[in-house]
C-alpha cells in the first residue's frame, strides 16, 4: 500500500507541473499580445468572426422627451469558430523507465506534448490570421510594418491601438544584421518589444518569408472550454487555476506503460478581419 500512494503522489506531482507549464504558459502569451478578451465557453461553441465593422451614428438632435432615434451598426459575418474538444494521449515504455528513469522519462515526454500542444494552438491562429482581409506593401521590414502599423491605426480608428506584428525569422534577421536587437521568449514564441513602430512583433517560421501580418491587441480573442467542474471529477483531471486544461496519468499494465492523458479545448483567433493587415515585404533598392 505505501507504494502505491508513493507512485501516486509522484504522478500527481507530475499532474500538477504539466498543466502549470500549461497555463502559465498560455498566459505569457496572453499578457504578451495584451489580450483582453479570455471567455471560457462550452464545447461546441460556434464563436463568429467578422469582415467588416460599420458603425453608422443617427444625427438627429433630439429634442426633450422625444424619441431617440437608432443609430445602425453593421457587422458584415466571416468564417465561424468552433471550439472543440482536443484529446490527446501519449505513453512511456517500461523500456524508456527502466533507461532514463522514472520521473526523467516522463518529464521528457511530457515537455515534448507541451511544445506539440502549444505549436497547434500557435499554427490556427497564424492560419486565421492568413483570411485577413487588409493589405499593404513596403520595402523592407521597416517600411512595411510601418505601413501595416498604418493601416491598422486606420482601420480602428484609435491612434492608441496597441499593434502586434508577426513576421518571419529570417526577415528579422535580416534587418538584425544591421541593427541589434533584443529578442525574448515566451510559449515558445521568440518576440520582440517596441520593434519598428508595432508594440510586439512575434517572430515565427508559421509566418511565409517576406509577409507579415499586423493587428491591434484589442481584436484578439482567447475562448476556452474549462474543464473543471464534473468533467474534471468524473476522470479525476489536475487542472491549473483557470481550467484550461486539463491532466490525468496511468498506468497500462497490459502494455507496461506510464500513460499521460490530455484535454483541453481553445483557440486564439482576430475578430474582425477586416482589422488584421497583410504586409508584402519588398526588396530595398540596391539591396
Known sequence: MPETNLTRQITKAQEIDFTNQFGNNIKRLLELLSVQ??????????????????????????????????????????????????????????????????????????????RELQKGLRQSMIAQLEKGTGETTGEGLQQALAQGWGKVQVAFEDDAVRTIAFVNPLDVADYNGNAQITIQTAFGLNYVENFLGVDVAIITSLVEEKKAYVTAADNLVFAYVDVRGELSNAFDLTTEETGIIGVTKDVNKQRLTSETVTIYGSALFAERLDGVVKVTITETPGV
Request: charged share 35%.
Open 37 to 114: 478578451r479570455r471567455i471560457p465557453v462550452g464545447s461546441g461553441t460556434t464563436l463568429r468572426t467578422y469582415k467588416s465593422a460599420k458603425v453608422t451614428l443617427d444625427g438627429t438632435t433630439v429634442e426633450p422627451g422625444a424619441v431617440i432615434p437608432l443609430s445602425k451598426v453593421e457587422m458584415e459575418e466571416a468564417d465561424k469558430i468552433e471550439i472543440e474538444w482536443d484529446k490527446k494521449r501519449k505513453a512511456v515504455p517500461a523500456e524508456d523507465i527502466q533507461k532514463y528513469g522514472f520521473d526523467r522519462a516522463v518529464e521528457m515526454t511530457d515537455k515534448a506534448l507541451i
